[in-house]
């Protein structure tokens, strides 16, 4: 009886806490063949980009149609992420815009500035702004 009363005792050490293993960050699969194929389906989002080529998304809505589910299964998720450049003309795709393969978001990026940034009038155009503004 003495062996299993000590044997249920505690030995007063304390065990640090485990820790939790860092794993790298999942790469993302490139969107699959039957994401690309719902997408210029079932897009029910189209932005004109002009020149007969379009942005095709899925709405939020769309996305939770339950055929779309049935074929996409668990990569349903990935609808949200991916979008397509469509030409209609020619009837291609000219590019797949994977927005979740991004390191950073695309509201951080920040366009350089470019020399076509400014506009300055030539002294004929100066002239030809004043000679209106006067009246004559």
Do not use: C, H
């Amino acid at each position: 009886m003495v062996a299993t009363a000590y044997s249920k005792r505690r030995s007063g050490r304390v065990r640090p806490p485990a820790l939790a293993l860092i794993t790298a960050p999942e790469e993302r699969q490139p969107p699959s063949g039957a994401l690309i194929n719902v997408i210029l389906e079932y897009a029910d989002i189209q932005q004109d980009l002009g020149g007969d080529r379009f942005i095709l998304r899925l709405s939020t809505r769309r996305m939770k149609d339950a055929v779309i589910k049935a074929i996409l299964g668990r990569q349903a998720k990935r609808l949200a992420d991916v979008s397509i450049i469509w030409d209609e003309q020619e009837g291609e795709i000219v590019q797949v815009r994977d927005d979740a393969a991004r390191e950073e978001p695309l509201f951080e990026i920040e366009d350089e500035r470019s020399e076509f940034d400014t506009f300055e009038l030539t002294e004929a155009g100066l002239a030809y702004v004043s000679r209106y503004q006067t009246g004559n």
